[in-house]
């Protein structure tokens, strides 16, 4: 399946992985580009020199394209924006702001950079600032949301921009591939499917919780303090809501979470562990590696797309 995205990023499907923090890391990112997509570090806000260790252990595994994922108010990012630069990784994605000011810098060292938005404001204020394309991510996504559904989303910031749109949030077979495309999206990012990978280093009970949820189990967390987070409901999730419904402040709600997403994710604790994760856990019902993923997705939404056009 060719797009201008898998044409952009020279990868043989059109499809990334989510830059997920303490998910996304080398064993990940390697499988997930030498399976035919474009596997992500999460650089989140892991140290420097961290982040320049898991692109030189993506490296030793793989020799296809793959991108780092730059959480823009990372206190770290303009030392993470450089270090992309000096190791040479093709591809940038963006979160949480602007990139505009390491835009220039990236454009000439070669990167291309697709940031994530969740706005078609946003969508064309990135294209203005030289951005090779968009991840247009709705509110089904899990971790940070925004406030449109991908369904609602997509079409309106493919008509709105003329660089290729990914369609992010909800998406977790071919079917979710077929309709981004119907859409107007031109490829597609996961990150849900991808905890519950082979390759994934998430604890097991974390890839359970996933396998296991229904359409309903997932909750939105954040939403008094402006940076909502969807993930699925446990006991931290349940506390959580019931502090902000009670009016807690910002940084009682933040102690309660402090180091939350490592505890799931490393620890497998799924009781007081932030165990993000879209709305699209319901879909995943098995671990399989991610080549078995690309191609199971692939072949699905290839048919599915056959069968539209014939």
């Not at 064309?124 to 509110?139: I, S």
Request: charge should be negative; charged fraction near 20%; proline fraction near 4%.
């Amino acid at each position: 399946m060719e797009t201008r995205v898998s044409r952009l990023l020279k990868t043989k499907y059109p499809v990334i992985q989510g830059g997920m923090a303490w998910v996304a890391e080398y064993h990940l990112a390697a499988a997930v580009s030498n399976a035919g997509g474009l596997g992500l570090i999460g650089a989140a806000s892991a140290p420097p020199e961290v982040v320049r260790e898991q692109i030189r252990e993506v490296k030793k595994r793989t020799d296809k394209p793959f991108g780092v994922n730059v959480m823009l108010l990372n206190p770290n990012a303009a030392d993470v924006a450089r270090i992309v630069i000096e190791e040479g990784v093709p591809v940038v994605t963006t979160g949480a702001g602007s990139p505009a000011k390491f835009m220039e810098a990236w454009k000439q060292a070669g990167v291309t950079v697709i940031p994530v938005v969740a706005s078609v404001a946003m969508a064309k204020m990135m294209e203005r600032a030289g951005a090779d394309a968009v991840v247009a991510e709705g509110m089904e996504s899990g971790g940070h949301i925004g406030a449109q559904t991908t369904m609602a989303l997509v079409p309106q910031v493919a008509d709105a921009v003329q660089i290729p749109v990914i369609a992010a949030g909800g998406i977790a077979d071919g079917r979710g591939v077929a309709a981004a495309l119907m859409l107007g999206a031109e490829g597609v990012q996961m990150g849900t499917r991808f905890i519950t990978a082979k390759e994934s280093i998430v604890h097991p009970g974390y890839k359970e919780r996933v396998i296991k949820a229904r359409d309903i189990d997932s909750e939105v967390t954040g939403m008094s303090t402006g940076h909502p987070i969807r993930v699925l409901r446990n006991q931290m999730s349940r506390e959580y809501l019931k502090m902000e419904k009670e009016g807690a402040s910002f940084e009682e709600l933040e102690h309660l979470t402090l180091g939350s997403l490592r505890k799931a994710v490393v620890d497998g604790d799924v009781v007081h562990g932030s165990l993000m994760a879209g709305q699209s856990a319901g879909l995943v019902k098995k671990e399989q590696t991610c080549e078995e993923i690309l191609t199971e997705l692939m072949q699905e939404a290839t048919e599915l797309l056959t069968k539209t056009f014939e």
